[in-house]
């Protein structure tokens, strides 16, 4: 018989990333070298912004299931590294400046239809400094959504294609976090130019292309596995971040690297491959990805695991719910 959780794993260890961080740069100090900024970042933001826009263009007039079919194939993709660089800017690793990095995480966010980038940046600020604690990190689900979804793959497909409802409705429950400042208000405000003006321009077919590119940047498909393969127990019960090695970190600037990410969150992503090479001995033992295909099937059909899979800090590290047992 196999189990599936049905509370949090609890742990009274501290965070990993911040010893091995420590262990790490007495070990090699060299790597601070690989603390810098990349402005590329922000080139690279403009051709990504430019092949949405120029899809829209070309789906002008078209019937909605093209627009469908091309998100899902190219939009995604596109999309998905869109996130990517936001991420980026939340994390001041495209220019020196606050406003210049926010500007690049606002025009970033512009193809993605909803205003998320400026938001994103401080809950997932917090999602570092308190890594596994329910009160403050917006990565971690809520208990309505584990114990409605459970371990069946019905259930987690549901899921997995709403995420970014259960995502956003997350973001209430951390009340650590300023819901709204001035950054957000920009975000807001040139995001409503965007949308109306590729509307008006273009038409509802091609603006559905921009919805849809967003949605299953996010949702149901292979890149919207990456918010599994990040902090899910898959491949060990006690290795509470696993990366990503395979192709797609060329085209998703090297997100995959979500451990040498956490351990130095200053190395900006084309320095993070160097960041493994220049420390061996911290990161090839670490369990990893190489498919997000197969992260994906995995979650879904795999009835050991569910939401529960997370390792969790604090008050709710100690939650008592009885284990669901399910055929193997």
């Not at 091995?20 to 590329?40: D, F």
């Not at 909803?114 to 971690?140: C, N, Q, V, Y």
């Not at 409605?148 to 709403?162: D, E, P, R, S």
């Not at 320095?271 to 493994?276: A, E, F, N, T």
């Amino acid at each position: 018989m196999a189990v599936a959780p049905t509370a949090y794993i609890p742990t009274a260890e501290p965070v990993s990333h911040h010893v091995r961080a420590r262990q790490l740069l007495k070990a090699h100090p060299e790597v601070k070298r690989l603390m810098t900024r990349n402005a590329t970042t922000a080139l690279i933001t403009a051709g990504c912004v430019a092949l949405q826009v120029a899809m829209v263009y070309l789906l002008r007039g078209q019937a909605w299931y093209w627009s469908l079919a091309a998100s899902y194939i190219l939009g995604a993709f596109v999309c998905h590294t869109l996130f990517v660089i936001v991420h980026e800017a939340t994390h001041n690793l495209v220019f020196k400046g606050q406003w210049a990095n926010a500007a690049v995480g606002i025009a970033a966010n512009l193809p993605m239809v909803i205003p998320t980038a400026m938001s994103f940046r401080k809950f997932h600020l917090k999602h570092h400094s308190a890594l596994g604690h329910f009160e403050h990190d917006a990565d971690l689900p809520d208990h309505y959504e584990a114990k409605l979804i459970q371990h069946y793959a019905i259930g987690k497909m549901v899921w997995l294609f709403f995420f970014p409802i259960f995502q956003l409705v997350r973001t209430f429950r951390c009340r650590s976090v300023v819901p709204f400042d001035k950054y957000i208000a920009v975000n807001w405000l040139a995001q409503i130019v965007f949308n109306v003006g590729i509307y008006l321009w273009l038409g509802p077919s091609a603006f559905l292309y921009l919805f849809f590119s967003f949605w299953f940047s996010v949702s149901l498909h292979p890149v919207g596995a990456r918010w599994i393969q990040e902090h899910y127990l898959m491949l060990s019960p006690d290795q509470e971040t696993t990366s990503y090695y395979g192709r797609l970190n060329g085209v998703h600037l090297n997100i995959g690297y979500h451990n040498e990410h956490h351990d130095l969150p200053g190395v900006p992503w084309n320095h993070l491959p160097k960041l493994r090479e220049m420390a061996p001995e911290f990161y090839e033992p670490l369990l990893h990805h190489t498919s997000y295909t197969k992260v994906l099937l995995r979650f879904l059909f795999d009835q050991e695991l569910s939401l529960y899979s997370r390792l969790v800090r604090g008050e709710h590290a100690g939650s008592k719910v009885p284990v669901a047992k399910v055929a193997a």
